[in-house]
């Protein structure tokens, strides 16, 4: 038993059955359709030096259900849509007039592009209350045609955006840069190797 | 002694006397009623696969408790209603000359179904300085009427805000995930194993 | 060694050097005046039960110093302010075009009561690019009259508002309550102890 | 093996391959050039008493290339500019009708000054449709002018906000004080000292 505790902070990780996978998602729930949105986590590739760095930003699935009976839903009939990043800042920033519209194929760049297509519209309800979200999915592959509509009162578009407010540094991983600085002394070793062109050029 | 040590990082924990429940609350102090906030923990099932799931959003009780005598609150008379999230939403959303207004049934559901039932106002002041928070119950099991008013000025309510934005997530239970996420290197496992129609919906 | 590793997260401290007392402000240095901003802990008290409560929110402390000699501050004169969460709260919803003034006595409730008085202005600069900050200083027990000015640009204002509001719920001690969350599984003994008008009033 | 653990929560930090150093960063890809945001830490100095004191405030590194061919940057040629804490602060309070404009020399204080001059302008979309950024380097050590234009839709500019206001408080440190508030019992040492002039000057 030889460790040594040293000053500074950081977060230390046992192999085992620490930090089990947590499955959080949040609904809203109305008469003809449900709506669940789901963090998915970033993922990051380990450089030869040892640290880590960003491979792929988070995102968020939604995953739309319409109603089989009052209070029920049919999941098995649900469609799926990944918001990207700057899609979530565009539903971040909408205003209460304002409208938006995504296009996705998840065959992009495949054999299939073009035989799935997409589109998750967000619109203002006519009485200004809210916002109503629309996804349609095309499947020619399957001969399939859905549109699936859920009213979002402001009320829920709040709760919605700020946990896409809390939840997008993550998504972007500077989470993990963040709870790796260290409070390590740098007064000395800093002074002597300034790094050029970076960081002194505010400086008085 | 054979831990191992892996790089990333997440949170460990020790059976005992390790976090401790904290009790915090933020309390608005007036003439003639006080106003108590406390944020209640959301709770969380465990699957079979050891995993985790939200199993019921969190809450913030707020307590209004009547001035007994200058400075004295009457605890023992004190009214309590729980602020859903999609609540705490319409609180945080609310604009300057906005009022809103919910209902609550403790027994809804039940047997005492009716017999109880409070209604949180929150309304702006006549001046434009804040908002008053009205918490009427009555109750006909106890023939009891209570109704308490407390004014919250522009500045209270920004801490309320303030407090509410941060704790949402939480509530929601995203922390949760946002903390189970590891610095792991999926560069490899992941291009072999790609989630179809999740994931690739925006890449090039 | 018989150590348990459980499921859930928390915080673990071992006693010794662990998280060291960290210093931290925010500076803004102007031509006849610095402002630096520091934030203090909140306090918590322990309980019978092994549980904490908040026992004293904490503050930020403004320090005003006068210039000494271009980009130099006489701190030997320097007069603090302390704001309250409220305080802070009134800064952070402050409009472009909005003043605001908080009144000091920090004798209050004491013999020396109004022999000292602290007025805090913050007013909109003339241009409308920023706000300046005036700290009056009225000491009859040391025949002490200090004024200080320091204007503060909106970006800099911009900044102050970011970390009162990352701030604030730290000062509220709503971090403790945060970090206390446990992931345990709570489904079962949870049904059987329905805790009674507290959580169950908006549930289906 | 004599341990002790104690309530309270901190962080623990152990030498080795903990916390390893982690690279993020936030593209916007266009037609004609790509922008990278990274944020770098704050340095932190180590004071006899064994507390820490930020030493210097962390600041965003914006990295822009030119495109080479459709979807590939020419790296080699790309111009960096180095965001200070306030700066950082004009960029998140921007309206979308405002500019600003930022001036660096990264020999400022040296015997090269004024021989690079960088000028960042961040200015409206005519269309409304967001900002376009703007960075010129003229290098009169290497004879070198280079100008890059990169357009910033409402939404791209909305994730930056996000992330600049998540990232600002660690940039200014304020994270390692909120990690270093402890749960210890100050309800009996305090009372006894009671900080004069800075912590009463508003309670009751």
């Known amino acids: 038993m030889d460790w040594k505790w040293s000053y500074g902070f950081g977060f230390m990780c046992v192999v085992g059955d620490v930090s089990p996978r947590v499955f959080v998602g949040h609904s809203i729930y109305k008469g003809k359709a449900a709506l669940t ?3 998915r986590a970033p993922e990051f590739a380990a450089l030869a030096s040892g640290a880590f760095k960003l491979a792929k930003e988070g995102f968020l699935l939604l995953q ?8 029920q839903y049919d999941w098995n009939r ?15 920033s909408l205003n209460t007039r304002d409208s938006c519209e995504f296009f996705h194929d998840p065959n992009k760049g495949r054999s299939d592009e073009g035989k799935v297509r997409k589109v998750l519209r967000v619109e ?8 109503f979200f629309n996804l349609s999915v095309q499947n020619k592959l399957l001969n399939m045609d859905e549109s699936i509509y859920i009213p979002v009162t402001k009320a829920e578009y709040t709760v919605l955006v700020s946990a896409f407010n809390y939840i997008l540094p993550y998504l ?3 989470h993990a840069f963040a709870n790796s600085i260290r409070l390590n002394d740098t007064s000395r070793t800093n002074n002597a190797t300034p790094r050029y062109g970076e960081d002194y050029e505010w400086n008085r």
């Open 78 to 92: 649900k469609q799926v849509f990944s918001l990207s990043v700057t899609e979530i800042g565009n539903l971040v």
């Open 64 to 71: 739309f259900a319409p109603a089989a009976s009052p209070r």
């Open 37 to 39: 949105v789901e963090p």
């Open 124 to 131: 203002p309800l006519p009485d200004g209350s809210g916002h």
């Open 172 to 174: 972007l991983g500077w």
